[in-house]
């Protein structure tokens, strides 16, 4: 029970913190990362980022509903896959 506690109290507290951000800033999501850009590319450049850079490059945009509800099955599959094993 604390492990999906601890995950949906990380999930508020992020968007919490985003919704913080976008209000001190008065930067939407997109536009914090339109702004944010050429910093970003001038990292990449460096090479010295590839995990970085493969994220920025590969990666997909998944909207929050959906980043939840994924990171939620992952949680509870470890806890299913935990409760499943014979007691050591």
Do not use: C
Not at 12 to 20: D, H, Q, S, T, V
Not at 25 to 46: C, F, I, K, N, Y
Not at 55 to 64: K, L, M, P, R
């Amino acid at each position: 029970m604390e492990t999906v506690s601890a995950y949906f109290t990380g999930a508020i507290r992020r968007e919490i913190a985003n919704l913080r951000a976008e209000r001190a800033t008065g930067l939407s999501e997109r536009d914090w990362q339109r702004a944010s850009g050429p910093h970003v590319m001038r990292m990449l450049a460096t090479g010295r980022f590839p995990s970085l850079a493969k994220f920025v490059h590969d990666g997909t945009e998944v909207d929050a509903e959906v980043s939840f509800a994924v990171g939620l099955d992952w949680v509870l599959d470890a806890v299913a896959a935990k409760l499943a094993r014979p007691p050591a």
